[in-house]
């Protein structure tokens, strides 16, 4: 494997593409404990929209996810898993949502991981919040492992989205990963995850910053940076 770039060469390079430091800051993600603040019933929402997106046109989701609100009662775990399978079918047919019925089944899937969750730490945002961040990738493998279609990026970007701190594996940092003989597995093997997160905690000793800084940062430093919620 080779010698890891320095941050501040990162940095520079980033903010040379950019137009200076000040611009490459403004690009840079806000951050904060916004799991600290959500109910459990926000976060379930949160990651059945995330899970939805996946795939879709985020947009479309975005635009129908008050009519989602409304029909699985505001995402509230414990209400969800009285919802017979009869109410299921009927909201995978309903046009008012986006009908796909292995994704609503993933809605009621993880109503029970966020519940069982909540019921064992106190409530599901509270396990969230116990994760170091140098650990991250491990959070990843948990929801993958106990929830419903989250695993790759989806959980990755709910976890971003309720402000939960991490990198993204997005095209632009896998090609810098590896371009830089940073990453010799697959990125989506825990192998990779681990180099990966190897990676990102070096730099985030160098410099202080968050890891989805970080992550921005390295994305602006190649790549096209067709930035948005996913870099």
Not at 97 to 110: E, F, P, S, V, Y
């Amino acid at each position: 494997m080779s010698k890891q770039e320095p941050f501040k060469a990162l940095w520079q390079r980033a903010a040379e593409r950019k137009g200076g430091d000040a611009a490459l800051t403004a690009l840079l993600p806000l951050t904060g404990d916004g799991a600290a603040s959500l109910s459990d019933a926000q976060l379930l929402s949160a990651m059945s929209a995330q899970i939805f997106k996946s795939g879709f046109v985020w947009r479309v989701v975005d635009n129908k996810w008050p009519a989602f609100e409304q029909a699985f009662w505001g995402f509230d775990p414990q209400k969800l898993l009285l919802m017979s399978p009869e109410q299921l079918d009927q909201r995978a047919s309903d046009p008012a949502l986006i009908r796909h019925g292995k994704k609503m089944q993933a809605i009621m899937d993880n109503a029970q991981m966020v519940q069982a969750l909540a019921e064992e730490h106190g409530s599901f945002g509270q396990w969230l919040r116990q994760w170091d961040s140098r650990d991250v990738i491990g959070l990843w493998a948990e929801l993958k492992r106990s929830g419903s279609r989250l695993g790759g990026n989806t959980g990755p970007y709910f976890l971003r989205s309720v402000g939960i701190d991490t990198f993204l594996m997005t095209g632009d940092i896998i090609a810098y990963l590896k371009a830089h003989e940073l990453l010799d597995a697959s990125p989506t093997s825990k192998r990779g995850q681990s180099q990966a997160q190897a990676v990102f905690n070096r730099w985030q000793d160098e410099s202080g910053l968050p890891l989805a800084s970080l992550s921005r940062v390295v994305a602006c430093s190649v790549g096209d940076n067709r930035l948005g919620v996913t870099d």
